[in-house]
């Protein structure tokens, strides 16, 4: 007898850029535009790990714009990106947390 398929897939942690634009209560630095998140989100594919980041940035009362993937860890170390033992911890969090981890915000400022 055949063993019958897994159910669930097993979970990956992306990689996703996230733009935010303002809005009230957001908690950005005063006087931005929006800002950048480089975030680590696990799923079992790439839609799911996005579709889980914008809900969690929107219940904390951002106004997320656009997401960019750029990968698992696998993918990005094929591609000769250079992925540091901080970043790999905060990698393995998410996937140990089933979470998405902010790892870096960067605003955006008009200029004037």
């Known amino acids: 007898m055949a063993d019958k398929p897994k159910k669930k897939s097993r979970q990956q942690v992306f990689t996703l850029l996230v733009e935010v634009g303002r809005k ?3 908690g950005l630095p005063d006087g931005s535009t929006g800002a950048a998140l480089m975030c680590f989100a696990s799923g079992v594919d ?3 790990a996005v579709r889980e980041t914008v809900a969690i940035l929107k219940q904390a009362d951002l106004a ?3 997401v960019s993937g750029y990968g698992t860890l696998e ?6 990106h250079d992925i ?6 905060l ?4 996937l140990d947390e089933n979470s998405v981890i902010v790892a870096q ?5 008009d200029k004037d």
């Not at 993918?75 to 000769?80: F, K, P, S, T």
């Open 24 to 26: 009230d209560g957001d």
């Open 46 to 48: 790439e839609a799911e």
């Open 64 to 66: 997320p714009l656009d």
């Open 75 to 80: 993918e990005r170390l094929a591609e000769g």
């Open 84 to 89: 540091n033992d901080d970043e790999r911890g």
């Open 91 to 94: 990698m393995q969090r998410a």
């Open 105 to 109: 915000m960067t605003p955006f400022y």
